[in-house]
């Protein structure tokens, strides 16, 4: 086991961001660098549904089980990074409808539901005036929902501003807007040296993570066939007002678009899913399916005022399951892939990673994760 050392995390989105911060705490010498602001890749663009059980997909019960695990892990994740932060994640506990608008997606909510009974999910049916009485605002042609009351949510922008700050207050150091060009690896490829930074400049640590999400090719110096296949996925977002009284007080998923609530007002609209490699340009075409899908479940939101809008790269890999952990390469560990459960993740990949790098024996629930050849 190793007490304590050094270490390099390249890239401050919450898959490495977490781990740093809790190697920080036990002593580490950690410093992050971000070649923008902190967590703008994919981290401070999420939406922030912990939904393991509304997103539970076909022959994807490694994710569930991924997602379970970690979920179980945030009260006290956020307990302990509030207090050390002293900032508020906005994480909200009132559970996930899922909703259809129409004969067709009642029928596969109805499939859906019956796989959930299989897994003993703890979801429950609702007809549509059940669902009503949860959510008022809710489209009356909506006759079939599916509550998930233990699928939660946080303001992804606020827990990364948080894992930053108890990262610095643990003696962590944060470079933000100093992007790392390439690994420094020894003459035969064996142990990690360190980085390079775009300007040149050498810095030594011999332990580096890797944590680029989906730019994680673009950067050098890395073995060949040691990184799994990992694209990004775009995803637009609209943010508008949720007004006073809110639109809606749980996460709403339809079938178009999901719709999240967050305590400062704000009611996210997300998200596409498309293949366009890293154009970060909004569409028309976009936009419009989301407000579409967002007005066909909740009509209330034709009035409100759009706050925001934005674009994504969820970083996503074949298996659509992330790799950690340690690489042929000593000192070299890797933290990509988690799709579009990154923030899920959150707590179950911090606290496997610190064990990993630290030679502990990681969560058993880690052994859903892939590892590097």
Not at 142 to 160: E, K, M, S
Not at 299 to 316: E, K, N, S
Request: charge should be negative; include cysteine; hydrophobic fraction near 40%.
């Amino acid at each position: 086991m190793t007490t304590t050392g050094r270490i390099i995390v390249i890239g401050s989105g919450v898959a490495g961001l977490g781990c740093a911060w809790r190697l920080a705490r036990a002593g580490w010498e950690v410093e992050v660098f971000e070649r923008g602001h902190l967590g703008e890749g994919a981290s401070t663009r999420a939406a922030g549904m912990l939904a393991p059980a509304a997103e539970a997909h076909f022959e994807e019960e490694a994710q569930l089980a991924l997602g379970q695990a970690s979920l179980a892990l945030y009260p006290d994740f956020v307990r302990e990074l509030e207090e050390e932060s002293g900032l508020d994640v906005d994480y909200r506990t009132r559970g996930t409808l899922v909703v259809g608008i129409d004969r067709d997606d009642d029928e596969a909510l109805a499939h859906l539901h019956r796989f959930h009974q299989r897994l003993e999910l703890p979801v429950e049916r609702l007809s549509g005036d059940q669902a009503r009485k949860l959510e008022p605002g809710l489209s009356p042609t909506i006759n079939l929902a599916l509550f998930c009351p233990y699928d939660h949510q946080v303001h992804p922008r606020r827990l990364v501003a948080a894992l930053g700050r108890a990262l610095q207050a643990h003696g962590g150091k944060l470079h933000e807007h100093t992007a790392v060009d390439a690994l420094r690896l020894s003459e035969d490829h064996s142990r990690v040296l360190g980085v390079t930074l775009a300007d040149g400049t050498h810095v030594d640590a011999p332990n580096v993570l890797v944590a680029t999400g989906a730019w994680s090719r673009k950067l050098k110096g890395m073995p060949p066939g040691l990184l799994p296949h990992v694209r990004p996925v775009r995803g637009q977002v609209i943010v508008v007002g949720s007004g006073d009284p809110p639109l809606c007080q749980h996460v709403i998923r339809a079938p178009d678009a999901y719709l999240v609530p967050r305590a400062d007002g704000e009611l996210v609209i997300g998200a596409t899913s498309e293949e366009r490699g890293f154009d970060a340009r909004l569409t028309a075409g976009g936009v419009f399916e989301l407000l579409r899908g967002a007005w066909e479940t909740l009509p209330g939101i034709y009035d409100a005022p759009i706050l925001d809008q934005w674009v994504g790269f969820r970083p996503v890999s074949l298996s659509n399951l992330p790799t950690l952990g340690p690489t042929p390469v000593q000192g070299l560990h890797l933290s990509v892939g988690h799709g579009r459960n990154g923030i899920l993740l959150a707590p179950l990949t911090a606290l496997g990673l610190e064990a990993l790098i630290r030679g502990e024996d990681p969560p058993d629930a880690l052994r859903h994760t892939r590892r590097a050849r």
